[in-house]
């Protein structure tokens, strides 16, 4: 079930139908109807977050093409049961270790580049465990609509290690795992994580 408010749903599709016309649309009165779609999706956003509507309205006009979810790649490292998270700067908080896929990357290089860039271990991806729709599984709402995928990565060597991102990386156990970064980590996610692991002839999960 999802917990994005019903708001951000309608922005988020005010603005996907917005980006679709302006990349298609040929009239240029057409292409002034979709701006002005772009502006009433930006203000919708800014009269429920702290930015105002010029600033949204710049990170909206910084999409091109036509609008389709983005993709978080995340990797997920056991050792001796303890899983590996790494300490968010931005809030202090723990997450496991990914981010956004780059253009021409596979996911599993995706992978195994974020975990050695954010905690220092270099590991080998192997298995997918999950695909999950942001949306429907308890983070906080975003601007942009995602997909947090989740890979099962090996240990290989390495030591733990700050990045530009990161202040730190840890295995914790699972009975002491410490205050997540929910817009990228959540109890959820977590516990279905290990519930997989611990699975290993289960299926990947979505939606």
């Not at 996907?16 to 040929?26: E, K, N, R, S, Y």
């Not at 906080?140 to 530009?164: A, E, M, N, R, W």
Request: charged share 25%.
């Amino acid at each position: 079930m999802t917990t994005t408010p019903n708001w951000l749903i309608w922005a988020q599709n005010l603005d996907a139908l917005a980006q679709v016309g302006l990349t298609f649309a040929q009239n240029p009165f057409d292409i002034e109807r979709y701006h002005k779609i772009r502006e009433i999706s930006a203000e919708i956003i800014s009269a429920h977050s702290q930015f105002n509507p010029q600033e949204i309205q710049d990170l909206l006009d910084n999409q091109a093409g036509y609008t389709t979810p983005k993709i978080d790649v995340r990797g997920v490292v056991f050792q001796d049961e303890n899983i590996l998270l790494v300490k968010e700067l931005v809030d202090g908080h723990w997450t496991l270790p990914g981010g956004w896929v780059d253009v021409n990357e596979p996911l599993s290089r995706a992978a195994e580049r974020e975990v050695l860039e954010e905690s220092g271990f270099r590991v080998k991806a192997r298995r997918l465990l999950a695909v999950y729709d942001r949306n429907q599984h308890g983070f906080p709402p975003y601007i942009f609509h995602s997909y947090k995928i989740f890979v099962l990565c090996d240990l290989i060597d390495g030591s733990p290690t700050t990045s530009i991102e990161t202040g730190g990386a840890e295995f914790f156990h699972e009975d002491a795992i410490p205050d997540l970064s929910l817009p990228r980590t959540t109890p959820e996610v977590i516990q279905r994580m290990y519930e997989l692991y611990r699975n290993p002839d289960a299926p990947a999960e979505f939606d």
